[in-house]
C-alpha cells in the first residue's frame, strides 16, 4: 500500500510531565476492589455462575437439532471408528492393558461434554500423554519387581492390577491440580510453554512413543527402563536382540502398517469425493483380528495377541494416597502438557469457527474429566488432533459428537469389546507408529526456525535434547526452564543506541541505521530497547556512559583529585598565614558543587581563573590567598574548565524511556545515579515518553525530589530536545514554549 505525501502540522506548548498532568487533568487510578463482588449474592450472579461451571446448560437448551444434529451424528460416529483402535493402542502405550484405553475414551469424553467450552476438539487417548503416562508405571512398576521364583516368568496379572492403580492415583492427582489451577484462574501458566517449546516436546515425546514400540514390532521381550538415558538404553538394547526377532510379529506389523499408509493416502487423494474418510485403523483391526482367530497366529506363529478383553464397566475405585508423594511431580508435568496441548488446538477452532474458549474453563473441565476418569480406573486424557479435524471435517458442530462418540465405546465395552481378544499387538503397534506422522513432520521446524528466528530454534533445539535424554519429566523442566533464563538473557542484552532526528520531523531514531538522522548539536538521546531492572541496570549505566563518548567516571575521579588538592592547599595557607576565617570561608566554597551554573557565570570564573595564572610563581602563596579570597566571591571554582579538565561536547543528555514497562528498585537508584554522575560533570539529565503506570511507579518510589522533579520528565523525546536547546544549563526558571512538528 503506497502512501501519498501528506504533510500535518501540529502546535501546541511544550509539555513536561507536570505540564501534561494538569493540562490532561490526570487522576490517580482506584483500584477496583474485585474481591468484594466475590461476596455479593443475587440471582443473577448465581445464574452466571452456574453457566460459567456448566457451559451446557447455556448452549444445550438453544441447540438447532434440524440443522446440526445429522452432522454432530455423523462426526461422532467418525470419531468413535477412531477411538477404537486409538484407545486399545495408546493403552498398550501406557503399560496398561487395552480395555482401560476403552474406559479412558468413555468417562473423560463424555464429562468434558458437560464442562468444556470448546466446541470442537475430541478428548480422550493422547499419544503424548500415553507415553508419559507409560514411564511412571513402568518406573513405579517394573517387570522385574514381578518376577516369579518358581521359574522367573513375570506375574502378569500382578504386574498389570499394580500398573493400572499407579495410572488411575496418577490421573486423579492431574485432576485435582488442573481444577485446581482452573478454580484460581490460573490459566495463564499454559503462556509459559511456547509455541517452539511446544512442538518440540511433541516430537520428542513422538520419538519416544516411536521406540517404545519397537518391542511390539519385533516381538521383544525388554528391560523396563525409566529415568535419564532411557531412551538410548532402550535403543542399544533392542540392537543387542534383533536376532531374536518373532519373524511372525514383525511380518504382520509391516503388513499392517503399509495397510494403513494406503489407506491415508487414499483418503488424502479422495477428500473432496468421500463424505467421510475410510476408517482405516478399524477396517486394518477387524482384518487383523479375523486372520487371526482363522490363522491362529499365536499359536502357529507366536505372535503376541490382545488377551481377554473383559465385558462391562468396572466399578469406582479410591485412589491410593500412599502413591501421592511419588507421583506428584509427574501428575503436575502431565497435568500442564495435556492442558496446552487442549488449549492450544481449542483456540485454533475457536478462531476459525468464531467463538471464545475460556482457558480456565477448559482447566477445570478437563481436570474432572481426569479427576472422575481417574476415579473409574482411566489414565489421563488430553485431546488428539488427528481426531478433532476429523469431528470438524465430517461436519460437527458441537460437544454432542463427542458424547455420541461416548455412547458408541460404552457399546463396544459392553458388547462387542471381547471380540478383539485375538487382535494381534503388532498391530496396535503400527497404527501408533503410522500416526506419528504429523508430529514427526514437526523436525522441519528446525529448516524454518533457522530462517525465521535463531533464539527459538535454540529453544526447540534444547527441549528436543534434553527430552530425549532425561525423559519426559525433567525434559519438560529443563525446557520451561532454559527458556524462561533465555528471556533474562535477552533483557539483559538489550539493542542500546543513540538517537538522531530525521530531517524536518519530531521523529528520532538510530543514528547507525537511518543515515540521515543526525544528532542534535549539544544534546545526546539515548534509549535502551528493553526495560531496565535490576539484571539490566548496570549494564544500562555502562553502555550509557560508553556511548556518550565521554569516560565520566574518570573524569569525576580527576575532578575529586583537584579538588582535594585544593582544599590541602587551602589548609596549608591556613597554617602558614593565620587566616581562619578567610580560610573556613575558601574551604566552605571550594569544595561545593554547583550543577545549576549558568553560562555567564561559567564565563566569569573562567576570566577569574586566567587572571590567576598571569600571576608570578615566585609569589605562590600571595596567588593562592588572592584566589581564595576570589572564590568567596565567585562560588564556582569547581567547574570543568576552572579545573582543567575536558568538558563534554554536549550540555544534555535525554533517556528515552518509552521502553520502560515497570520499574524496581534498583531501576531508580540507577537513574538517580545517572542524574548525580552527568551533572557532576556538568550534563543536565532529562526523561522523556514514560508510560502513565510507570510514572506512578516513580511517585510511589519516591524518585521525584527537590533536585529531580517532574520538569525534568517530558512527554516526547521532541519536547525535551527543544527544552534542552533553549536551556544549555539547568535552571529554575520555566517558561511556556511552544513546539512546532
Known sequence: MELRRRDYHVERPLLNQEQLEELGSRSSATGTLQWRTWFRCSHARAQALLLQYFPVLAWLPQYPVRDWLLGDLLSGLSVAIMQLPQGLAYALLAGLPPVFGLYSSFYPVFIYFLFGTSRHISVGTFAVMSVMVGSVTESLAPDEAFLQASNSTVDVAARDAA????????????GLFQVGLGLVHFGFVVTYLSEPLVRAYTTAASVQVFVSQLKYVFGLHLSSRSGPLSLIYTVLEVCWKLPQTVVGTMVTAVVAGVVLVLVKLLN???????????????????????????????????VDVVGKIPAGLVPPVAPSPQLFARLVGNAFAIAVVGFAIAISLGKIFALRHGYRVDSNQELVALGLSNLIGGIFQCFPVSCSMSRSLVQESTGGNTQVAGAISSLFILIIIVKLGELFQDLPKAVLAAAIIVNLKGMLMQFTDIRSLWKANRVDLLIWLVTFVATILLNLDLGLAVAVVFSLLLVVVRTQLPHYSVLGQVPDTDIYRDVAEYSEAREVPGVKVFRSSATMYFANAELYSDTLKQRCGVNVDHLISQKKKLLRKQELKLKRLQKENKLPKQAAASKGTSISINVNTSVTDIESNDVEGSKAKQVSSGTELEDTAARGQEDAKAPDMSSLKTLGLPQPDFHSLIL???SLSFVDTVCLKSLKNIFRDFREIEVEVYMAACHSPVVTQLEVGHFFDASITKQHLFASVHDAVIFALQHPRSSPVNPVLVTKL
Open 656 to 658: 528515552d524511556l518509552s
Open 268 to 302: 488424502d487423494k479422495l477428500r473432496q469425493q468421500l463424505p467421510m474418510p475410510l476408517p482405516g485403523e478399524l477396517l486394518t483391526l477387524i482384518g487383523a483380528t479375523g486372520i487371526s482367530y482363522g490363522v491362529g497366529l499365536q499359536h502357529r506363529f507366536g
Open 163 to 174: 500398573r493400572v492403580q499407579v495410572a488411575s492415583t496418577l490421573s486423579v492427582l492431574v
